[in-house]
């Protein structure tokens, strides 16, 4: 199946209602709010496999905001100027976004998010962007923080403006070589195993229930999407996980411990299936002449 490095189409995730609408309240209400919100996103899991780097960056962002926010609702500013309160809504907007871009980031397939790279790493650098731009216009001036406040202000405003890309060379190198082996596939290469084994690795598919999860999760990923294309892609990606699960781990995969398979003791057979001597399972049963069924064995040792 053909898959060129342009095919892979950004993944749509429905975001919640109020991720692009700031809520209607109070100026404390609202810089509460964000607080929590800022929170939130600090809390999240951390992504330890693809973009950590941008996402890191953006939570370390994140940190600093939550103290700021912390740091006016001390201060206990009743009336906010007009421009402010429009950037705090702003700034709600966007980290509502960030939020949804981690979540999502951390519930996807690992293989279609690395088909990604190039689109969620832009997300990331388009919120920085954002946040600098909303930082740049905030009144601060305005609101009479006090010195500590505004040299916190001054480092937010300083570490989203700069020009450095969290960009990871090493999740867009990764991506190439997933879109070879899929190449090589398409051609009928056989794909080189050591080759198959540290790409997965680097994604954290050392077993086979790893790679079962990720084709669970990519089916989803299928099921979510109304691009054709897009489909198709991840069915291909699907077939090289599958793929190299066998090749790498064994065509079986373990049983989950928490579904066990039932011991014959555990199951509850018919009496009908019992012998009426015994009370045994009949392994050999025999039909008298009265019309009732025995174990042999029990018979003769009857």
């Excluded at 809390?43 to 103290?67: E, G, H, V």
């Excluded at 009743?78 to 951390?106: G, H, M, T, W």
């Excluded at 937010?156 to 899929?182: G, M, P």
Aim: glycine fraction near 2%.
């Amino acid at each position: 199946m053909a898959v060129s490095e342009e095919g892979f189409q950004a993944r749509k995730r429905r975001p919640s209602a109020g991720a692009f609408v700031s809520p209607s309240l109070s100026d404390n209400n609202l810089l509460q709010s964000l607080f929590l919100l800022s929170q939130e996103i600090i809390f999240l899991s951390p992504l330890r496999i693809l973009f950590k780097k941008s996402s890191s960056s953006i939570t370390r962002k994140s940190r600093l905001l939550s103290i700021f926010f912390e740091e006016l609702l001390r201060n206990l500013v009743n009336i906010f100027p007009p421009s402010a309160a429009l950037c705090f809504e702003e700034l709600y907007i966007v980290l509502q976004r960030i939020k949804i871009l981690l979540e999502d980031c951390s519930s996807c397939s690992k293989m279609w998010l690395l088909m990604q790279t190039p689109s969620i790493s832009n997300s990331f650098h388009q919120m920085t962007r954002e946040l600098s731009t909303l930082l740049d216009i905030f009144p601060g001036k305005e609101l009479n923080l006090n010195e500590d406040v505004e040299e916190l202000f001054n480092l937010i405003k300083k570490q989203c403006s700069e020009q450095t890309s969290d960009f990871d060379s090493n999740d867009e190198n990764l991506r190439v070589q997933v879109l070879k082996l899929l190449e090589d596939v398409k051609n009928e290469i056989v794909p080189d195993s050591k080759r198959l084994s540290e790409i997965f690795d680097r994604l954290s598919l050392r077993d086979s229930t790893s790679c079962t999860t990720e084709i669970e999760n990519l089916e989803d990923e299928v099921q979510n999407s109304n691009d054709d294309k897009s489909k198709s892609d991840i069915v291909a990606l699907i077939g090289l996980v599958r793929y190299a699960k066998c090749v790498l781990y064994g065509a079986s995969t373990p049983r989950n411990t928490s579904r066990r398979r039932k011991s014959v003791s555990d199951v509850n057979f018919p009496a009908d299936f019992r012998c009426p001597i015994s009370l045994d399972l009949m392994r050999d049963p025999v039909v008298v002449s009265t019309g009732q069924t025995y174990d042999r064995s029990s018979i003769l040792f009857y």
